[in-house]
């Protein structure tokens, strides 16, 4: 099964750019890289996902790899409410859960 | 409803006593899992539904922690004997199943604590 390394923690000023970066070394072909976040005291929220080109959405835009081996959740404008933790995952291959690391902690400040 | 609801939103409990967690998924959705998350913690995945297929029970930590979806709707989380080790959120999404890459949709969770 494929894991992902994020760093632990980030700060962002507000109004700049959140870059979160991933590493998945061991994706295997199939499968997608999805980015949750999830704010304080409420349940995770999906952001976006991606195979392999890159993805923009209204909340954010994803830039894969070109090998895969790694990705990067771009916030484009962080604002204070943006400030939660985010999953980089990798879903598991012939299973139908998505399993969550520790994620990293973003902070924007004013 | 519009989101996925869990009930009760917290829940004292004493070690020893049995407690029911419920889930009542976003209407029309086929899968539902169950994760818990201790504090300071990531998600722990604990168990899957979808549709009328046998659930995917890889997760339950114990033989303590059983749970069932009725008739494809509402799903219950049972957890016998608590320990202290079991206070943390327990968290219900559902999907709408069918296509692998769907969203999850996440309820707010249910803060059990074991005294």
């Known amino acids: 099964d494929a894991k992902t390394t994020q760093p632990t923690s980030m700060d962002c000023a507000e109004g700049r750019a959140a870059n979160l970066p991933c590493n998945h070394s061991?994706?295997?072909?199939?499968?997608?890289v999805y980015w949750y976040r999830q704010i304080h005291s409420q349940g995770p929220q999906y952001i976006i996902h991606?195979?392999?080109n890159n993805e923009t959405n209204e909340m954010a835009s994803l830039i894969i790899t070109e090998d895969r081996k790694s990705s990067t959740l771009i916030l484009p404008h962080a604002t204070l409410r943006d400030t939660a933790v985010y999953y980089c995952?990798?879903?598991?291959?012939?299973?139908?859960?998505?399993?969550f690391g520790t994620g990293t902690r973003l902070l924007v400040s004013p | 409803g519009a989101g996925v609801s869990q009930s009760p939103s917290n829940k004292v409990t004493e070690k020893g006593k049995d407690v029911e967690l419920r889930c009542d998924p976003i209407?029309?959705?086929?899968?539902l899992y169950w994760y818990r998350q201790s504090l300071g913690q990531g998600l722990e995945f604990l168990i899957y539904?979808?549709?009328?297929?046998?659930?995917?029970k890889s997760g339950l930590p114990s033989d303590r922690f059983s749970a069932e979806r009725t008739g494809g709707s509402v799903s219950t989380l049972t957890i016998q004997r608590t320990q202290q080790e079991d206070s943390a959120v327990y968290l219900c999404?559902?999907?709408?199943?069918?296509?692998?890459?769907?969203?999850?949709?996440f309820g707010s969770g249910t803060q059990l604590s074991v005294l």
């Open positions: 999404a559902s999907r709408r199943g069918g296509v692998l890459n769907e969203k999850l949709f």
């Open positions: 061991t994706i295997s072909g199939n499968e997608y």
């Open positions: 991606g195979l392999k």
């Open positions: 995952i990798v879903r598991v291959t012939g299973f139908q859960k998505l399993v």
């Open positions: 209407s029309g959705h086929t899968a």
């Open positions: 539904f979808q549709g009328n297929s046998a659930p995917d």
